[in-house]
């Protein structure tokens, strides 16, 4: 629990978040300034502020992160394209030092992204 984070805070439960799904390992929530008519963060419980903090022990909860935005997004019938990102740092604007998978669909999006 990082006292100034915003998501720990949301983890914990002081910030409401509308929660989709949780487990041990993580929570999903509904982004509040939604990019797509489904955007959901998927957040490990634990603080890790950016991708590049992650240890080698941390693969199986990568991974975690992506079965679980996978079966959201199957459950929502977007397995006709969706889109799974981890902004890292300020140059490809994370704006929350603590490490999210954005689970975006609903539409079509553009490559590259901007
Ligand atoms: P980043 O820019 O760091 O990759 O993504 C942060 C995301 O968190 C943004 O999409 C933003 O809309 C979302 N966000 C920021 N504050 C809150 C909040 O208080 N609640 C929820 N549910 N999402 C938030
Ligand atoms: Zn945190």
């Known amino acids: 629990m990082d006292e100034d984070c915003l998501f720990c805070k949301i983890i914990e439960g ?60 199957r459950k929502r019938g977007l397995t006709d394209g969706f889109r799974l990102v981890f902004n890292c740092n300020a140059g490809a604007g994370q704006t929350v030092y603590h490490i999210h998978l954005h689970l975006l669909g609903g539409r079509t999006f553009g490559w590259p992204p901007g």
């Open 14 to 73: 002081s910030i409401p978040a509308a929660k989709v799904y949780e487990d041990e390992q993580c929570v999903a929530i509904e982004d509040i300034n939604p990019q797509a008519p489904t955007h959901i963060l998927l957040i490990p419980k634990r603080h890790i502020a950016t991708v590049l903090d992650l240890a080698p022990e941390d693969a199986a909860l990568v991974g975690h992160l992506h079965l679980n935005a996978a079966d959201i997004a």
